[in-house]
């Protein structure tokens, strides 16, 4: 299994970024997807996640500025950032659960200034 993410950067309170993460090694049509987010010093927490027939959920710090959503032609899950603010700033990592395990991805830095 490999999650391959991409589109982190800097970026100025206010702007917005879209986050990729292209997989393989798994029937991305049966899997769940999620983002996850560490900043330094902290825990890694979920930010959204989207299950197999495409239902959403995010945490309530990123909702209405954060859309997760999927294609299932590409294999990718995709995280829309909005109006982005400076505690947004971290490291964040795509996910799923397969083969009865956590995969993730390597991570890609999102950095907000303001």
């Known amino acids: 299994v490999q999650l391959q993410a991409s589109g982190g950067g800097l970026v100025q309170a206010g702007g917005s970024l879209r986050l990729s993460c292209t997989t393989s090694?798994?029937?991305?049509?049966?899997?769940?997807m999620a983002w996850y987010r560490q900043a330094p010093g902290t825990q890694r927490d979920l930010v959204a996640s989207?299950?197999?027939?495409?239902?959403?959920r995010s945490v309530d710090s990123v909702k209405g500025r954060f859309t997760i959503s999927r294609d299932y032609a590409k294999n990718t899950v995709y995280l829309q950032m909005n109006n982005l603010r400076p505690e947004d700033t971290a490291v964040y990592y795509c996910?799923?659960?397969?083969?009865?395990?956590?995969?993730w991805g390597q991570g890609t830095q999102v950095t907000v200034s303001s």
């Open positions: 996910n799923t659960f397969w083969g009865g395990r956590q995969h």
């Open positions: 090694g798994v029937n991305f049509r049966i899997a769940a």
């Open positions: 989207v299950t197999s027939a495409g239902v959403t």
